[in-house]
């Protein structure tokens, strides 16, 4: 009896120890992974100028967010890709096709499983110059909000 007495009391003291340990595991492990591996080299990038037609002009970009290699890459393989919808189905390339000059050429643009959305897609062909987008301008690039 008295042995399972000690072995109750042993565990009730090591349980807060074991969950310390436990923790301090968890964090080292946490601070390991956040850690830049050398190993894995970051991809040469640069920025790139724009290429704008005779005419037009250079676009207003943000400090923070010019165009390089890798962004423009990454852009590209984003918006064919169909994994940002929620059931991997759309890209944004669905509704913005290249042979349609951006658009969708429908009157309702679909969504997912074929639910019609209650606009259509306009071209998206010269967006770097609008201050405002969507039909109604509901968006202001300035604002950051809808
Ligand atoms: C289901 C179809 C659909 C998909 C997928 C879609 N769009 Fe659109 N897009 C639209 C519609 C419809 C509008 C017009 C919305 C409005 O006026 O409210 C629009 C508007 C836009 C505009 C505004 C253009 C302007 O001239 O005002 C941009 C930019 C845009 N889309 C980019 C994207 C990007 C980037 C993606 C992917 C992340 C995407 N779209 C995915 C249908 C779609």
Redesign the pocket.
């Known amino acids: 009896m008295k042995t399972t007495i000690d072995n109750l009391y042993s565990i009730q003291t090591l349980l807060p120890i074991g969950r310390r340990v436990l923790m301090l595991l968890l964090l080292s492990i946490f601070i390991v992974a956040c850690q830049k591996d050398p190993a894995i080299e970051e991809p040469e990038d640069e920025v790139i100028t724009l290429q704008v037609p005779k005419g037009f002009p250079y676009p207003k970009i943000p400090d923070d967010n010019q165009p390089t290699r890798n962004r423009i890459d990454l852009g590209k393989k984003?918006?064919f890709d169909p994994i940002?919808?929620r059931d991997s189905t759309?890209?944004?390339g669905?509704?913005?096709l290249t042979d349609k000059k951006f658009t969708?050429s429908l009157q309702f643009?679909?969504?997912i499983g074929g639910k019609l959305?209650t606009?259509?897609?306009?071209?998206?062909l010269n967006?770097a110059y609008?201050p405002?987008?969507?039909?109604?301008g509901?968006?202001h690039r300035s604002s950051n909000k809808y």
Do not use: A, E
């Not at 405002?132 to 109604?136: A, L, Q, T, Y």
């Open positions: 984003i918006f940002l919808s759309i890209s944004c669905s509704c913005h969708d643009s679909v969504g959305t606009r259509n897609s306009m071209t998206i967006t609008q405002n987008m969507f039909w109604d509901g968006y």
